[in-house]
């Protein structure tokens, strides 16, 4: 029991310093000994390739960790609308913004509307699938000194240029040139909903309608459209107000931005993930490493990154728009990560909520350890094996029980079969598969440590566990909270940052200042 004890308090407790220890050796690697005191190298990305692969194409974590570092291959599919305001009744014949949803683009229309009597609404549809590009992060907001465009400027410009934020004319142009080589129709980044930067209104698209319709409210000034079309940030004086009142359309916008919040987001795009690059890629980016170092992940920026990474990614980028679209095994990648997601995020929730109780008394730790015992139980019940429980007891190797689980846990993912097997994954489904394997793992090792701390504490039998003095039990409290808040540190899933309780549907705007200003 001792050893067990020192074991726990030892790899758990102090996993800061195993950090120390894994500096010297390399990064984190499946084959590894199935040590419950290694957890991931500081320098790991597999929790943000995880985060950035499941958020794909979703608003709320993109507006989250608005610096986007991935850019992904698609089609949007026949058949698909999409929407341009504008002043007058013309068909743009150079590259020009697009919405998927008519709410951002109508108020587009108004805004640039020369004289207030009506804008004109382009709907148009595609006839064939348009192959894109899409950015993640919140690529379509343009804010000086932030990275929401690092991305872009790689790709339209070769190098990251924060001066240039405003200059969205040269950028879209530039963008469409580069991608004519690879067949691209267009761009897609977050604005308030998704958009698509179209490079030619007339290849692939059919003019379903352009409308005359009325402006739900006064233009803000003749000169907007001038404004906005240059870059209304630097131009309208802070705390000017535009003059449309969010209510105008109903909260359109808002709501057409809430409805793409969460899985499974915008589905009118359909990515390739399996031709996916991202600037997290640590063999693909290694200068990045040393940038992002100590950093939270809102400060994480491609800002820094070096030439020769920037030549590596562009010709990453460019093999990826060349090869075949369709995936070799067809495996569904994006409903891999989301399995994950949707096995452990309620239930870790839960056991830290659960763990997160102040109350210090004898009957109110043991209650909060034994719930959140039996929670650790039920994810771990498919290897709870019957001659795993029996060597609890009997052996002199108490150790072994343990790791038997957590290997059990951790390959839990999918093992293909060698037609399909990693040795024929593109380097992006290579990618993907270590970040996914690495977060079961890491999310394993540490359910894992709780509840074998649990089962040696007798925590199955309240009886038995009846036993144990109130300090013990607050060590063990302590250890677990440590355990589990770190772990969803490392994780930080966005479904877990959420208004609770969330708004009822007939919430009411009437109290709220509703006029954009900037
Ligand atoms: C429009 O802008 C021009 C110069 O940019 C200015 O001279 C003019 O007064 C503006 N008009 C209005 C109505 O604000
Ligand atoms: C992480 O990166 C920093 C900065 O490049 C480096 O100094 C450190 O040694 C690295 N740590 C590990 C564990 O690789
Ligand atoms: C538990 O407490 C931490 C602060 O210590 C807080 O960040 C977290 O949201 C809480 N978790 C739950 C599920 O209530
Ligand atoms: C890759 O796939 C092909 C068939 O698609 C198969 O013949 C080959 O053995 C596979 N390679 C490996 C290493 O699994």
Redesign the pocket.
């Known amino acids: 029991m001792f050893l067990l004890l020192f074991f726990f308090s030892w790899s758990i407790t102090t996993a800061l310093a195993q ?1 120390v220890v ?2 010297q ?1 390399p ?1 984190f690697r499946p084959d590894l000994t199935w040590d419950l005191g290694i957890g991931p ?4 990305t597999a929790n943000l390739v995880f985060n950035t692969v499941h958020s794909l194409l979703l608003g709320w974590p993109n507006r989250r960790y608005r610096n986007g570092h991935t850019v992904v291959p698609g089609v949007i599919p026949t058949g698909t609308f999409l929407y341009h305001g504008r002043g007058d009744p013309v068909v743009p014949t150079h590259p020009e913004w697009t919405a998927l949803d008519f709410e951002l683009s109508t108020l587009y229309c108004g805004l640039f509307t020369p004289d207030g009597e009506g804008c004109w609404h382009l709907t148009l549809v595609a006839e064939r699938p348009l192959n894109i590009l899409y950015f993640d992060g919140y690529s379509g907001l343009k804010l000086p000194g932030s990275g929401t465009l690092d991305s872009q400027d790689v790709l339209a410009w070769g190098e990251v240029m924060p001066d240039r934020y405003h200059d969205e004319p040269q950028r879209i142009v530039d963008l469409c040139k580069w991608g004519q080589n690879f067949g691209l129709d267009g761009f897609v980044r977050l604005h308030t909903s998704y958009e698509v930067m179209l490079c030619d209104f007339s290849s692939g698209l059919k003019v379903k309608s352009m409308l005359h319709i009325n402006i739900p409210y006064l233009p803000p000034s003749p000169n907007i459209s001038s404004h906005l079309s240059s870059a209304y940030q630097n131009t309208i004086a802070p705390g000017m107000k535009l003059g449309v009142p969010l209510d105008s359309f109903g909260m359109g916008e808002l709501l057409a931005s809430k409805r793409i919040d969460e899985y499974p987001g915008e589905t009118r795009i359909q990515l390739h993930l399996h031709r996916l690059v991202s600037f997290y890629d640590t063999e693909l980016v290694p200068s990045l ?2 940038t ?3 950093k939270h992940r809102l400060q994480h920026r491609i800002l820094g990154i070096s030439h020769s990474d920037i030549q590596a990614v562009r010709h990453r980028v460019q093999i990826e728009l060349s090869t075949s679209t369709k995936s070799a095994h067809d495996i569904a990648w994006s409903s891999l990560f989301r399995a994950i997601v949707q096995q452990y995020a309620a239930r870790l929730e839960l056991i830290q909520h659960d763990l997160n109780s102040t109350d210090r008394s004898i009957g109110s730790l043991s209650t909060t350890l034994r719930a959140t015992f039996l929670q650790l139980r039920g994810l771990l019940q498919p290897y709870d094996l019957v001659s795993t429980r029996a060597a609890v007891d009997g052996t002199k190797d108490k150790l072994s029980w343990v790791t038997q689980v957590y290997e059990m846990c951790a390959t839990a993912y999918p093992t293909f079969s060698s037609a399909s097997g990693p040795a024929n994954f593109t380097t992006s489904e290579n990618l993907m598969l270590t970040a996914l394997k690495a977060t079961n793992r890491e999310i394993c090792r540490v359910i894992t440590s709780m509840w074998a701390d649990g089962i040696s504490h007798q925590m199955e039998n309240p009886l038995a566990s009846s036993h144990n003095t109130r300090m013990l039990f607050r060590s063990i409290h302590k250890r677990w909270k440590e355990d589990i808040d770190s772990l969803m540190l490392w994780l930080d899933w966005s479904v877990w940052l959420k208004c609770n309780p969330s708004c009822s549907l007939n919430v009411r705007f009437d109290n709220i200042d509703t006029s954009i200003s900037v």
């Open positions: 950090f894994q500096a050796k990064e190298g500081l320098n790991d490493i040393s992002r170092f100590g």
